[in-house]
């Protein structure tokens, strides 16, 4: 059972993440298209955030009550449907809202797939199982930017979104055929005031990051909206402590290991990689010259080199642990992505393509040894809350990942209207490299025996 969940979490997953790469490549045709900078268009995918962080903590709530069945099928149903009304847009804002519609039915489908895994898995088996939904779900950014780029030359941007559609109809299938229908207690009430107050809370913190990113200059805004977040949070985690029945259970919390990935290193880690999914597509189309299909084929070299090496990913969990296969795998992560900034436009084709492999390759180890320490410590009866807290805080590294990078461009060039260099990309890869690097030395202090019964790596301790 276990592990027929996990290859269809991989198609739920596979959606999902397809929707943000596919759609790297085709950006500065969007941006023509809707007589905008291409810088952005970054609001389209702030706006997807936002409304995923806002309804994410509803996610495990509506499926045990509904039947995780049920909802998985309702939102690929609905995610689809959205991605046809991307596809079909002629504006930002026609295009935004769309993005918003789909980030609604896309903040149940895949946290809801994730919560079947992780409630029939084993612990034992964890690694495995998600060595199992997470490595197929790369095909998805490795096929995801050639694929795009080829789709936007030969028939419009249009048609990225919507590929959805024949995915959507093999997703439910499987889900139809496969996917238990779990339920949980549902005489538990709804948490309203905690969903507002969190709700609230999340989307002042992300429109926050938008506004300050998209005008650096005009910061008293995004202050006001900082501080409404960070009032409005404070109120919100004072809640979800006092009530019997919070809408996001606090007790995962309690586990250093869980705490460390979801809001401590693990988030500062997220960042560059949640930024490049916008940088990298305009670095080299708009600074290298490039064309959709040759950055299709440079991107598509980097995720391959990360999928290559999660063949031996819980072989070398299991030799290294996590905490140095986290402490260096970061390193690794963060030195390959500024190497980046070496990279010339003089360059041929394969050159590229090959040092972005090496790139890829730096930073899989990593986020395996991420993934998996995550619920290495969470108990059966945290799983829920848990899932919600990991969500939710992927998302919030997503939104300032990428609204890190539009402010340093925007910085840079003077605004919006401003048109940016070489230079000027190099820079905020550099920032973001930076600001990664600060994750090393949090790993470090992580226990030595941390998540070891996950990565049965017991006997190396027992040792020393």
């Not at 026609?94 to 039915?105: D, K, P």
């Not at 055929?177 to 207690?185: F, G, H, I, K, T």
């Not at 009032?231 to 019997?244: D, I, K, T």
């Not at 990279?343 to 050159?351: G, I, Y």
Request: proline letters at 5%; a positive charge.
């Amino acid at each position: 059972m276990p592990r027929t969940i996990a290859l269809v979490v991989a198609v739920v997953m596979f959606m999902g993440i397809l929707e943000g790469t596919i759609i790297s490549t085709a950006l500065p045709q969007m941006a023509r298209d809707f007589g905008v900078p291409a810088v952005d268009l970054g609001v389209g995918i702030t706006a997807y955030l936002l409304v995923s962080a806002m309804f994410l903590p509803i996610s495990s709530w509506i499926a045990e009550r509904l039947g995780t069945r049920r909802v998985l099928i309702g939102a690929i149903v609905g995610f689809a449907a959205a991605s046809l009304l991307c596809g079909a847009s002629h504006s930002l804002p026609a295009f935004v809202a769309a993005r918003a519609l789909q980030a609604f039915f896309g903040s149940l489908m895949v946290p809801v797939a994730n919560l079947v895994l992780l409630r029939v898995t084993p612990k034992r088996d964890l690694v495995q199982m998600t060595a199992i939904s997470t490595t197929p779900a790369l095909i998805a950014p490795v096929v995801g930017p050639p694929l795009g780029g080829f789709i936007t030359a030969a028939a419009g941007w249009q048609f990225i979104f919507w590929v959805n559609v024949p995915l959507a109809i093999v997703g439910v299938a499987l889900v139809w055929r496969l996917v238990p229908d779990l339920y949980a207690d549902a005489r538990v009430e709804f948490d309203r005031r905690g969903f507002l107050l969190v709700a609230a809370a999340l989307a002042g913190c992300v429109l926050a990051l938008d506004r300050l990113a998209a005008h650096p200059a005009a910061w008293a805004g995004p202050a006001l909206l900082a501080g409404f977040a960070i009032v409005v949070g404070s109120l919100a985690v004072r809640h979800l402590r006092r009530v019997p029945t919070p809408i996001v259970p606090l007790i995962a919390l309690r586990h250093a290991t869980f705490r460390s990935v979801a809001f401590g290193a693990g988030f500062l880690m997220r960042l560059p990689f949640m930024g490049q999914a916008l940088l990298l597509p305009l670095y080299f189309q708009l600074g290298f010259g490039l064309s959709p299909l040759a950055t299709g084929l440079i991107l598509l070299s980097q995720n391959l080199g990360d999928l290559m090496l999660k063949a031996i990913a819980g072989k070398a969990l299991r030799r290294l642990g996590f905490r140095l296969a986290l402490t260096a795998g970061t390193a690794t992560m963060m030195g390959t992505f500024a190497a980046v900034v070496l990279l010339d436009p003089r360059m041929p084709l394969w050159l590229l393509c090959l040092a972005m492999l090496g790139v890829g390759a730096g930073r899989s180890i990593a986020f395996t040894a991420m993934v998996a320490l995550a619920f290495a410590d969470v108990e059966e009866r945290e799983i829920g809350g848990a899932t919600v807290l990991n969500n939710l805080a992927n998302a919030l590294s997503a939104a300032l990942g990428i609204s890190l990078a539009s402010l340093v461009l925007n910085y840079t060039t003077g605004g919006t209207g401003g048109v940016a260099t070489l230079a000027d990309y190099r820079i905020a890869i550099l920032v973001l490299a930076g600001v990664g690097m600060a994750a090393i030395p949090l790993f470090a202090r992580l226990p030595r025996g941390a998540g070891a019964e996950v990565s049965g790596h017991l006997r190396e301790i027992d040792i020393r």
